[in-house]
T-cell receptor, first 114, second 113 residues
Framework: QKEVEQNSGPLSVPEGAIASLNCTYS??????FFWYRQYSGKSPELIMS????GDQEDGRFTAQLNKASQYVSLLIRDSQPSDSATYLC??????????????FGRGTQLTVWP | NAGVTQTPKFQVLKTGQSMTLQCAQD?????MYWYRQDPGMGLRLIYY???????DKGEVPNGYNVSRLNKREFSLRLESAAPSQTSVYFC????????????FGDGTRLSIL
């Protein structure tokens, strides 16, 4: 069973702070890692993809991957109230019957207060 | 560019009724997916289609059927709706093969009384 774990939160940070969201996964065969943002009542929106160890930056967002520790994180710098949403971690595998599938964590709810 | 389009956006059914949720994508993606999302449960895969002509069960397929009508369209059918199927249903699509991100439609909010 492929498990993807996230702290459900809620995580509450002040405007301008760094928000740190974490995700762990169970299968060492995992090859691809994604972060989705989901506003209340809306659909998940892809915001970051990362495939190799290290950091991947896009604007205020940085995804960090450590395959040895089976850990992926998302940092949001200069957090804004508009970042308030649920963040979903998704993990992909590249073999066998799981080809193409993504496994999602249950999400971390982030609130950024002014 | 519409991306992934789901219809209807909202639906209320009575127990035992049937209905089909429609999904179409215009991104020329080979793979398509149906998820349900319930409070506290996250996204759970119902069925997926890795390519036109193939479908496979996900985590929670019971009570559902799917049809991959063509490359663009992937429908989800509830033959005899039950209150436990009250949920938000999302369709997603992706390029073929491993390690591809999925792109989601706006969802269908389904209530079964």
């Amino acid at each position: 069973q492929k498990e993807v774990e996230q702290n459900s939160g809620p995580l509450s940070v002040p405007e301008g702070a760094i928000a740190s969201l974490n995700c762990t996964y169970s299968d060492r065969g995992s090859q691809s890692f994604f972060w989705y943002r989901q506003y209340s009542g809306k659909s998940p929106e892809l915001i970051m993809s990362i495939y190799s160890n290290g950091d991947q930056e896009d604007g205020r967002f940085t995804a960090q991957l450590n395959k040895a520790s089976q850990y992926v994180s998302l940092l949001i710098r200069d957090s804004q109230p508009s970042d308030s949403a649920t963040y979903l971690c998704a993990v992909g595998f590249d073999r066998g019957s799981t080809l193409g599938r993504l496994y999602f964590g249950r999400g971390t709810q982030l609130t950024v207060w002014p | 560019n519409a991306g992934v389009t789901q219809t209807p956006k909202f639906q209320v059914l009575k127990t035992g009724q049937s209905m089909t949720l429609q999904c179409a994508q215009d991104m020329n993606h080979n793979s398509m997916y149906w998820y349900r999302q319930d409070p506290g449960m996250g996204l759970r895969l119902i069925y997926y289609s890795a390519s036109e002509g193939t479908t496979d069960k996900g985590e929670v397929p019971n009570g559902y059927n799917v049809s991959r009508l063509n490359k663009r369209e992937f429908s989800l059918r509830l033959e005899s709706a039950a209150p436990s199927q009250t949920s938000v249903y999302f369709c997603a699509s992706s390029e073929a093969g491993p390690n591809q991100p999925q792109h989601f439609g706006d969802g269908t909010r389904l209530s079964i009384l």
